[in-house]
């Protein structure tokens, strides 16, 4: 039994096996039942709402931008239909992306990889450029003979690969463009780019994003899924027992046999599995893998083996849902003989729950509450503060008034501090001395020098708060800022 | 070349270079083939790259390469488009009057933009990055001006200096009335704790005031006027006022009494072009001291 190990062999044939495996590639088989229906359906309805939504105009008056969804970088404004968000407000984002986390886990603890399977973009995408495979290249069976094929190509198959490759570059290409224009004007944008007067910048964007759907949509595939993307990791690591999964149901399942050899066991009375091994829910997957392995890494959980599974069921006529949402609690319920139990609210999807609930109503609340005027006030640095020539001490301020509405404002500058002191605003004759008045025009900041000059015997004190109360005169809405008043 | 490819390493199985020390041998680990490929391909590039671009120095100057770049043109040519950029924005500051400035926000916020820039440049090292100034650097931020707080007047001294030697030039200067011989010592520090005097700070003791008086009257007010309240056309300060250039101890005073006072603001006609003297104008001015 001592055999001798070759040091130069375990080198060439164990340990220097290469860690990368070629790509098998998959031709998956068409399918028809709920869950390609519900596919369909969402295909639809998340590519409708990222090509049309340039589209949708909203109405914000005059000098405004007329385009619902629009992310305007040059004057640094974030346009959503009602909401107009300002770059210092990026924090509605952040807690945005809160929320899309959360949900994500929610989702997770559910009903296992819903995002995956149903609405990831490369998902949607890949099962578009499948469509478009299947319809000009034939269905599974015929693909994989047409690449098998050795004989040299005909003209009809050269035919088949360009219309294929131009179908796909199109897509990939109005994909580039559906996103440029969340960054411009859309009607204007698409008449300057197809007159070719669009900026180059858009020209650049269409082509890196033409170029990322196509090879990511057409080539890369699920191995995107399997390879590049972290969600499968953490979504292992996440989920939990409960969690309903993409599962076959091996206690229905096994032991697999023939549709025949079942028939025949079942007269005898005796136990057989309902898995006719027929591999079409190999056949119809995306990701090329065996469900009936278990849960894995590459499913995204998409359902058309469920699909596909239950379409075999109905014709050798057996009850449906061989694969199915289920766990692996409720097999061995069932192996038991016990009813299964669905547990839907457990502590972590309540957790989950909260937290969006909480994130969500608070960025709805600070939304709904948002100020439309704020103020900024900065001490001058250098000088803190000057002595004038009859004693008295001046600080100089620069306060940055935002009027984030769409109309013009008259705002009034009360300070409150220091005794006895007079207010100034550089370049701005105030009728009313010690309340200076500005008109701060629509969607602007404007930047002001304030100076507050106090006799120095009315206030010995080293350092004296102020506020700065800035008030819009004609509609009452108001917002302030604190400093201080030093010595020199 | 070929008798030691054959030499096989039995334990790797690699063949070795054929050198060998003790009956160690050294295997041939080659570098990778696209590693080599890369190797020269860069080398190949560089010979283009001394062909097109500046490359090689010669005796008094260099090679300019086929298209004769060179990086010190590509600052021109940037610069030139940033004049061209700022160029209507510019014209219409220099075509605006001073007062006008101040009343348009947006030709305000310009030209305070492009003073403190300007400022930090060239006037920093005497006046302060603020402007807060120094011993002998008066601060802009204060009411009290030497030459006149004017936009108008601010500009004049901008323009051409104080003492600068500039033919419109500020002119007057604090003579030294000890050094030249005109006060005696004694006559000095009376004169001294007068001047202080007149803005509240208390004097000595012995202090004669009446003689004091007699001195300043006698000397002093030509420049800085009766009662010490100072002359704008001569730049002679206000002496009756809390802010004092120089310091107002007795020994600074006596300092200044004794040796005189010409500090010297030179003149940027010329070294900045008119609009840029404008915005400077009018951000001295906004520090806030401005009348």
């Known amino acids: 039994m001592n055999k001798t190990v070759n040091p130069n062999e375990l080198t060439s044939d164990d340990n220097c096996a290469p860690l990368y495996a070629a790509r098998k590639k998959i031709y998956p088989q068409s399918v028809s039942g709920t869950f390609r229906r519900i596919k369909w359906g969402l295909m639809a309805f998340c590519l409708g709402i990222y090509y049309l939504l340039p589209f949708v105009r909203w109405n914000r008056g005059i000098g405004a931008p007329s385009q619902a969804v629009l992310i305007d970088l040059p004057n640094s404004r974030f346009y959503f239909f009602f909401i107009e968000l300002w770059p210092q407000e990026v924090y509605y984002f952040t807690g945005l992306l809160i929320v899309a986390a959360v949900a994500l886990f929610l989702m997770n603890s559910v009903g296992g990889r819903i995002w995956c399977g149903y609405l990831c973009p490369q998902t949607v995408w890949t099962d578009l450029f499948y469509a478009v495979e299947r319809l000009i290249e034939g269905d599974r069976r015929e693909r994989m003979k047409k690449d098998a094929s050795s004989d040299p190509m005909k003209l009809e198959r050269i035919s088949e690969i360009v219309l294929k490759h131009s179908i796909w570059l199109l897509i990939a290409w109005w994909t580039g463009g559906a996103w440029v224009l969340y960054f411009n004007d859309a009607p204007t944008l698409v008449k300057e780019l197809v007159t070719f007067q669009g900026p180059m910048i858009a020209y650049i964007w269409i082509g890196i994003l033409t170029a990322t759907t196509y090879v990511l949509a057409g080539y890369m595939r699920e191995q995107v899924c399997v390879y590049m993307c972290p969600w499968p990791r953490i979504q292992a690591a996440l989920t939990d027992e409960w969690a309903l999964n993409v599962t076959y149901r091996y206690d229905r399942g096994e032991k697999r046999t023939s549709v025949k050899k079942a028939a025949e066991l079942r007269a005898l009375g005796e136990h057989a599995g309902d898995c006719v091994d027929c591999y079409q829910c190999v056949a119809v997957c995306p990701t090329g893998i065996d469900i009936r392995n278990g849960p894995q890494l590459e499913c995204i959980q998409c359902g058309l083996c469920i699909d596909a599974c239950d379409n075999v069921m109905t014709k050798i006529g057996r009850p449906t849902r061989l694969i199915g949402y289920d766990n692996d609690i409720n097999i061995h319920r069932r192996q038991e003989g016990k009813a299964p139990v669905y547990r839907v609210v457990r502590a972590r999807t309540v957790v989950y729950s909260a937290i969006i609930a909480a994130v969500g109503g608070i960025m709805l609340y600070t939304l709904a509450t948002r100020s439309l005027l704020d103020v900024n006030v900065l001490h001058d640095r250098n000088p803190v503060a000057v002595r004038l020539s009859d004693g008295s001490i001046r600080n100089a301020y620069t306060v940055r008034l935002l009027n984030k509405s769409g109309y013009d404002r008259v705002i009034a500058i009360d300070v409150n501090g220091p005794v006895n002191a007079t207010v100034h605003v550089v370049g701005v004759d105030s009728v009313t001395p010690d309340r200076p008045m500005i008109v701060i025009p629509r969607d602007t900041t404007s930047e002001l020098r304030l100076l507050v000059t106090a006799p120095a015997d009315g206030n010995p004190e080293k350092s004296i708060p102020v506020r700065f109360h800035v008030t819009d005169i004609g509609l009452g809405e108001a917002a302030s800022a604190t400093d201080n008043f030093v010595s020199p | ?291």
């Open chain 2, 1 to 291: 070349m070929t008798d030691h490819h054959n030499d096989i390493d039995s334990v790797s199985g690699r063949s070795t270079t054929g050198h060998e020390w003790d009956g160690i041998k050294e295997l041939n680990t080659p570098l990778p083939r696209w590693w080599v490929i890369t190797f020269y391909l860069t080398i190949v590039w560089a010979i283009g790259y001394w062909i097109v671009y500046p490359a090689w120095p010669l005796i008094s100057s260099n090679t300019t390469g086929l298209f004769g770049y060179s990086t010190r043109a590509d600052v021109a040519v940037e610069l030139a488009n940033l004049e061209k950029i700022r160029g209507a924005k510019m014209v219409a500051l220099g075509a605006a009057s001073l007062a006008e400035i101040e009343k348009d926000p947006a030709l305000l916020a310009l030209a305070r933009a492009k003073g403190k820039t300007v400022f930090g440049d060239n006037c920093a090292p005497c006046h302060g990055s603020g402007g807060a100034g120094a011993k002998g650097y008066p601060n802009l931020n204060d009411d009290d001006w030497l030459w006149g707080g004017t936009l108008d007047q601010i500009m004049q001294t901008i323009q051409f200096g104080a003492r600068s030697g500039h033919a419109k030039t500020h002119e007057g200067q604090m003579l030294a009335f000890g050094k030249d011989g005109v006060l005696k010592t004694d006559e000095i520090v009376t004169v001294a704790n007068y001047v202080r005097s007149l803005s509240g700070l208390p004097t000595r003791k012995d202090f004669d005031a009446a003689k004091g008086e007699k001195i300043f009257a006698e000397n002093c007010v030509a420049c800085h006027g009766d009662g010490g309240k100072g002359n704008q056309e001569l730049g002679a300060p206000n002496l009756t006022d809390k802010i004092w250039l120089y310091g107002s101890d007795e020994a600074i005073l006596i300092e200044t009494i004794g040796q005189g006072r010409a500090g010297v603001m030179p003149a940027w006609e010329g070294r900045l072009d008119p609009a840029t003297i404008k915005a400077m104008a009018v951000y001295v001015h906004s520090l806030g001291g401005g009348k």
